[in-house]
């Protein structure tokens, strides 16, 4: 029933999908793990932005109402979006220098995951260009990071 070019387009896509979620969720666990080593168990409370929190705070509730539906999860780092996490990195960067040394860097690695992982999530196609520099990026991230 549905248009074969439009299946092959999204399993291209899924490929693309699933190096972004990872990164993504790999992220969340790096700042889980620094801020909690540096800040303790309280971390989110002390240390992230008032807009960044009030922002999970938001989706948090707004889930709660759909019942119906599973949830992200539990923890307030599950309802922040992509360029939230990079706010808590920059904001606490001092902790988290020895895993990224460089802002810019981090900042630009953020920025061209973020460009690709937006197209893809609104069902969009990327050039092969795009996806090898992703992968790049990513491989980089994972190299500077090595958790």
Do not use: C
């Not at 979620?21 to 240390?47: C, H, P, Y």
């Not at 119906?68 to 992509?82: A, E, F």
């Amino acid at each position: 029933m549905i248009d074969e070019a439009h299946v092959e387009a999204a399993d291209k896509m899924s490929q693309v999908y699933v190096a972004v979620a990872a990164f993504e969720n790999s992220v969340r666990q790096l700042v889980t793990d620094v801020m909690i080593d540096n800040f303790g168990e309280d971390w989110w409370e002390t240390k992230v932005p008032t807009p960044v929190k009030n922002d999970a705070k938001q989706r948090l509730e707004n889930e709660e109402k759909v019942r119906w539906h599973v949830k992200r999860g539990s923890d307030p780092l599950n309802y922040t979006m992509l360029g939230q996490l990079l706010s808590i990195i920059l904001n606490n960067f001092d902790a988290f220098e020895p895993f990224l040394h460089d802002k810019d860097w981090a900042k630009s690695i953020f920025d061209t995951v973020e460009k690709s992982r937006n197209v893809i999530m609104h069902s969009g196609m990327l050039s092969e260009r795009d996806m090898a520099r992703i992968g790049s990026f990513i491989k980089d991230w994972n190299a500077q990071v090595a958790l």
